[in-house]
């Protein structure tokens, strides 16, 4: 069984829509992140949580949200989806020492 | 502005041959890096790290070089595998051994072929 599970794995929705990512985690980890892949550009953090009550703003925050219901669980929301936030994105988490990721398989997301 | 540069998008490698990947990076205050390998369909995972107090790490067939006056790293892959055919990308953090705010490069296409 994975230690990260995303899902779903894929989505299509259309412009406007909300849609939430969701992602849990079997590793005990306080660190969860959520991170996106465009071509070209790498891994870019969208924000990250020290656990249930610390959640931070990444790098690029703007048109998302997230709730971190449990220690376990980190959801990525887009209120009102757009075409340029099609992507695919990546949940991880670390322990408390944060030396190093561990990264979901990943869902990517097409918004038309 | 790119922080951590990896300029070559793709590397063809014959299996057996060293195969030596790339990041270049340009804030002197990134202090710890590591590679993260990534099959298709999967998320990266973690292959090895390096702090700015060292200059070379190894882990059996991987060893990771910095270079911190050039602030480059490279990763040396001895001898290349066909299952070592994957994305890999450098990412580098200014908090010493700490993967909060990880910059991540845009990946160099490793292909091992026989």
């Known amino acids: 069984d994975a230690d990260v599970t995303q899902t779903p794995r894929n989505r299509i929705t259309k412009t406007g829509k909300r849609i939430m990512l969701e992602c849990s985690q079997t590793?005990?980890?306080?660190?969860m992140y959520w991170y996106r892949q465009d071509p070209g550009l790498g891994l870019r953090l969208i924000y990250y949580?020290?656990?249930?009550?610390?959640?931070n703003k990444g790098e690029i925050s703007d048109g998302y949200s997230v709730s971190r219901q449990a220690q376990a669980k980190f959801s990525l929301s887009l209120e009102s989806a757009i075409p340029n936030q099609t992507a695919l994105y990546f949940c991880?988490?670390?322990?408390?020492?944060?030396?190093?990721?561990?990264f979901g398989s990943g869902t990517q997301l097409s918004v038309l | 502005d790119q922080q951590v540069k990896q300029n070559s998008p793709s590397l063809s490698v014959q299996e057996g041959r060293i195969s030596i990947l790339n990041c270049d990076y340009t804030?002197?205050?990134?202090?710890?890096f590591l590679w993260y390998k990534k099959y298709p369909a999967e998320g990266p995972t973690f292959l090895i790290s390096i702090s700015s107090i060292k200059d070379k790490n190894e882990d059996g067939r991987f060893t990771v070089f910095l270079n911190k006056s050039a602030k480059h790293l490279s990763l040396h892959i001895v001898p290349s595998q066909p299952g070592d055919s994957a994305v890999y990308f450098c990412?580098?953090?200014?908090?010493?051994?700490?993967?909060?705010?990880?910059?991540f490069g845009t990946g160099t296409r490793l292909q091992v072929f026989p």
């Open positions: 590793k005990g980890h306080d660190r």
């Open positions: 991880a988490t670390s322990d408390y020492r944060g030396e190093k990721l561990f």
């Open positions: 804030n002197s205050m990134f202090d710890y």
């Open positions: 949580s020290f656990d249930v009550k610390d959640i």
């Open positions: 990412a580098a953090s200014d908090i010493f051994f700490n993967t909060d705010k990880l910059i």
